[in-house]
Structure formats: C-alpha cells, structure tokens
C-alpha cells in the first residue's frame, strides 16, 4: 500500500459521503488495513486531505491538457470554446468522485485566483486560451458560463445516477455530453432579432421597483441564514442561530423540530419569495424575451439585496445539500408561468432542471465576485447566453 493507493481510497470513500465527513476509519476498511496502517503514511486526516489537493490538479490536469492544446490553436472561438467543454465534461463525468471533489473542497474555496494558478503550473492556462481566442474581457465571459453550466450539467447527471443507484454508462455519458453541447450552443433557442431589440433598461426600471419588504416575522429566518452564510449548512447550529435571534435554544424548538426543518423552512421560504419577485409584473409584458429578462433581472435584484441568501444558496451549489421536496416545487415557478416556446410540453422534472439552471447561472455570476462590481450588463449577456447560447450570443 501506498501513497497514493490511500489518496485514490479518500476519493472513493469520501465521495460517497459528499465530502460531508471524513474518516480515516472508512479510508482503512476501504482498503482492507487497519487505521494504524495508514499512519505509516500520513498523521491524520487533514494531511490526507492536503495530499489530495496535488493529486487532483495532476489528474484532471493530464486529461484536458491535449484538448486545451488543440483549443489554443483552433481555427475559430466556437471550436476552442467546444474543444474545452467537450474534454471538461468527459473528465468529470467519468470521474464523479474527481467532480464532487472539485465542488466540496477546491472551488468553494475563496480566492479563484488559485484554481488558475494550480493549472498553469501543469501547463494549462484558461486566460490565455481566452485571449488567444479573441475573447473580450467582459464579465462574464463566455468561457467562465460554459464551465459554469457544465458544471450544472454534470452534477445533474451525478445526482441522476446518484438516486438511481446506477453507474453511468458509456451511452449515457455520450448522450449528455450531447445535451450539453446543445445547452451551451444555442441555450433556450429564442429568437435572436427580438432580444437585440428589447429594451433593456426599462426594463430594469420596472423589476427595480419591486422592493423586498422586511418585517419581524423574517427575523428568525435571517438568523438562519446568517448562521448558513457563516458556516455553511453542515457546520450551522441551532446555537449560533439562537445567538443571532435573541432566542435560547430551546426556543428554536416552538419554531423548528430539528436543525434539517429549520434549514428546509429557511430555503423554501427563500426559494418561494425568489420566484414571487421573478413573477412580479411579468404578465405586463407582451413579449416572452422580456418576461425571461425581466425574472432573471429581478432576481438579481433581490439577492443584491440579501446578501446573506446569496451565500446560503451559494452552498447548496457547492455541497448538493439535500432539501425538502417544497424547494423543487417552488423553484420551478421562476420560469413555469412564462410563455416560451423552448419550455412549452415540458413536465415538471425538465421545467425544474432549466428553472435550476438559470437560478445556478445567475447565483454563480453574483458570487463569483463582489456584487458591487457587476453591472446590470453582465446580466444582459448572461441572459442573452440563457437564451440563444454561443452561437446566437452576439454581446
């Protein structure tokens, strides 16, 4: 046994749990040692963990780095754009301990600036395929919303497979890599001339004026959410919330039977006024583009205003925390009143996935930097890559 053989253990093993525990007494009956047997290699579990970081970089590293070559010198944008998103998904897709890795413990990481950098170090750089591309430097770019929906993609496929109790197939991952190659392309397939000629600004005015109102009764709720944003949703407890309230702990307990309905009322509360703010006004619009601008728009508005939501949900991005059924139930409503071609004939499972994706694409571009330094156009061409994917896309 070496290294390395416990390093590939971790992955499995702790894969499975999500990266939620981590337990050196798993990794050995993984293996078929005993835990003393591990501390030939490592002291603890923290330096296992360290230990994974490299590993994760190498691997990943040394399967896209052929695609990232053939990218940097592709013939177009559009095909260096493909290249990378087909050698990406194919990655993480074959390797779902790898992708849950990447979420539960390198990309929830503060400072972005370091992903980067690990991959330069192997010969990777995103940057300079996206200058060599003729990118321009608007925020976001085209590259950051095709491995942001990727990665949607790819968790959604996971989780799939996940609830089944299934391996995925090599059919199965071809179809997906198929889907996704239709997302990031041509996104909800709307008409190109009507969105060029919306107007944009008034129609931020109009979603401005819908204001979060704030009463006593979304005090405890806030504590909640602060407690999330804090400390995510694994390491909150019912003590920090009862700190933030003013309530004992005891307390808690009139309004919440456990810690995981306290989180569950918290999301579905939030999840519900998310869509109300989506839906306000949009039946004044003739037209389904602005109705899907004006929700996208208004949602935006309402998490500059809760920051502390913002995180929270940022979590459940990263960590696939496990919700009640009233949070599907309320999230596809963001988009299931709108009159749009792309969704009509939909059930409620496929409703659900794109109303899931258009509120990650939205949560990952506000959280991704500071929110005071993203202006309204950054959500007008994330909204013209929703709608008409790369090759509409003209911003």
């Not at 997906?176 to 997302?183: C, D, G, P, T």
């Not at 703010?277 to 309402?302: C, N, P, W």
């Not at 309204?376 to 911003?395: M, P, Q, T, V, Y």
Request: aromatic share 10%; proline share 2%; charged share 30%.
């Amino acid at each position: 046994m070496t290294r390395d053989d416990i390093t590939r253990a971790a992955f499995k093993v702790w894969g499975r749990e999500l990266y939620r525990t981590t337990s050196l007494n798993d990794i050995a009956r993984e293996l078929g040692v005993s835990k003393t047997a591990l501390y030939r290699h490592f002291k603890d579990k923290d330096s296992i963990l360290e230990a994974m970081y490299p590993a994760y970089f190498d691997d990943c590293a040394a399967f896209i780095k052929n695609g990232c070559d053939r990218a940097a010198s592709a013939a177009s944008r559009r095909e260096a754009h493909l290249i990378v998103m087909r050698t990406i998904a194919e990655y993480f897709l074959r390797n779902s301990e790898a992708f849950i890795f990447s979420l539960a413990r390198v990309f929830d990481k503060g400072d972005k600036r370091t992903v980067s950098e690990e991959f330069r170090k192997r010969g990777i750089d995103f940057g300079q395929m996206v200058q060599k591309s003729g990118e321009t430097a608007s925020y976001p770019s085209k590259m950051q919303l095709i491995l942001a929906t990727l990665f949607f993609c790819i968790a959604y496929f996971h989780h799939q497979n996940y609830e089944k109790g299934e391996n995925p197939t090599e059919e199965a991952v071809k179809a997906s890599l198929v889907q996704m190659e239709e997302r990031i392309g041509k996104g909800l397939k709307l008409d190109a001339q009507r969105i060029s000629a919306l107007d944009y600004e008034n129609i931020e005015k109009r979603a401005a004026a819908t204001v979060y109102e704030d009463t006593e009764d979304n005090a405890l709720l806030r504590a909640v959410a602060e407690a999330v944003a804090e400390a995510g949703p694994w390491n909150a407890t019912m003590e920090m919330v009862a700190k933030r309230s003013g309530l004992s702990k005891s307390g808690l307990y009139a309004h919440f039977r456990n810690k995981q309905d306290m989180l569950d009322r918290l999301f579905v509360t939030e999840f519900n006024r998310i869509a109300n703010f989506a839906r306000a006004q949009i039946d004044t619009y003739d037209a389904v583009e602005a109705q899907l601008y004006h929700a996208i728009i208004s949602i935006v508005y309402y998490l500059r205003s809760r920051p502390e939501i913002l995180v929270a949900i940022d979590w459940i991005k990263t960590r696939q925390l496990e919700l009640g059924k009233g949070v599907s139930e309320e999230i596809f409503r963001i988009i299931g009143d709108l009159k749009l071609e792309a969704i009509r004939g939909m059930d409620l499972l496929m409703l659900g996935e794109i109303a899931h994706w258009i509120l990650f694409m939205i949560v990952n571009t506000l959280a991704w930097r500071p929110i005071k330094e993203i202006p309204n156009e950054s959500f007008r061409f994330l909204f013209n890559f929703i709608s008409l994917g790369l090759e509409g896309s003209k911003i």
